[in-house]
């Protein structure tokens, strides 16, 4: 049973302009957005070195500041100052609008995860319709990556195929909308309430 979202009926969209001012996200820089805790597994310092190397000014906004790893942070700080990329924790967890704001402002969603169970952000991501960056973890190889969704994918470093692909996205929002629709369409198809309604219904069967 995969994690699911209700593909079968698409989100409301979000107030991505009143998102990037609470971020404070200056006029003209692009929103790179790790919907994630601050945890060292998420790994928040991928992007930010991406974010340092595209072509265009980047701001990285991470939203959920439950659990935060003050430590991690402080890192994270310093490392983003370093490389001269703003970033911002902004909590945009609590409900769906939240959510829909922070991907409705998102250019780019970053997922660029050492580990995890599943991968929930990285399913809000295909629901949101949002382009997504996304590490190359054990599960999403296993049993997302086969499904075909388009992602840029990180191989546990941001190198120049990644860079170049996220920096054609920025460029061409037709080739973003292409993705993005695309990847919808396998969410309903593999990811859906009914694809949970089918698993459930196959397995009461075959307990008789």
Known sequence: LPNVMDFEHPPVPGD????????????????LLQPTRVIPRKG????????????????????HPDDLDAEYWSRLEAHASQLGVPL???????????????YAAADV??????????GNALVETFYYRRPV???????YVR?????????VELDGKVDDGAVQRVDAILADASMAADAVHANYRLG??????????RVFAESLASVG
């Open 16 to 31: 991505g302009a009143g998102f990037r001012g609470r971020a404070g996200v200056e006029p003209g820089s692009r929103l």
């Open 44 to 63: 928040i310092e991928l992007t930010i070195e991406l974010a340092a190397r595209v072509a265009e000014p980047a701001t990285v906004v991470v939203t």
């Open 88 to 102: 911002r924790l902004v909590d945009a967890g609590r409900s769906a609008t939240d959510l829909a704001d922070a």
């Open 109 to 118: 969603v970053c997922f660029p995860s050492w580990y995890e169970g599943y």
């Open 133 to 139: 960056v996304v590490n190359r973890y054990s599960v």
């Open 143 to 151: 049993d997302i990556a086969p499904l075909g969704f388009d992602c």
């Open 188 to 197: 309903l198809e593999h990811l859906s309430y009914d694809v949970a309604e």
